[in-house]
């Protein structure tokens, strides 16, 4: 009988002129970009955080701390393979990933299959495996004025037998 683990995963990072916007491995032309330790990837960091609870190890932080140096400016696709390494060892594979981006601007939707391969290339896994959806926040809250950006993500992890 197959074991089956799920993971839940939360991120949100500040917008600011002057910063790069990366989501999901793809660079974004827009005036606001994340404000972060990292390359603040929201999309990524999600997903990390689902990979990783899902497999019963601790968040992105205590893997990644935003008091290291070594990964100040990290491009976080760098920081998922290394997060996809974790689950591995800890014998699971990746079912498959749902995640929903939350963000008034700039639009995702014309970009979302690129991201969908970036990921999977990253991953090992098929586009296919990967659920991507982006929504506003219908100008509410701290979404709603462009003041941040969210992501949730959940993931479906099975246990080598």
């Known amino acids: ?9 939360y991120d949100v990072h500040q917008l600011a002129t002057g910063e790069s916007l990366i989501l999901g491995g793809v660079s974004f032309d827009y005036h606001l970009g994340t404000v972060a330790h990292s390359d603040g990837d929201v999309l990524i960091h999600a997903i990390c955080d689902a990979l990783l609870g899902a497999a019963g190890l ?3 932080g205590f893997y990644f701390p935003d008091t290291d140096n070594a990964f100040k400016g990290i491009n976080s696709s760098h920081l998922l393979a290394k997060v996809a390494d974790l689950v591995n060892q800890k014998g699971f594979d990746i079912g ?4 929903t981006l939350v963000a008034e601007q700039p639009k995702i939707n014309p970009k979302i299959e690129e991201m969908k391969t970036v990921l999977a290339a990253v991953l090992k896994i098929e586009p296919d495996d990967i659920g991507l959806k982006a929504t506003t926040n219908e100008k509410m809250g701290f979404v709603g004025r462009e ?13 080598r037998i």
């Open 147 to 159: 003041d941040g950006m969210a992501a949730y993500a959940v993931v479906l992890l099975e246990k």
């Open 58 to 60: 601790r968040d992105i």
């Open 96 to 99: 498959n990933i749902d995640a």
């Open 1 to 9: 009988m197959a074991k089956f683990k799920v993971g839940f995963g």
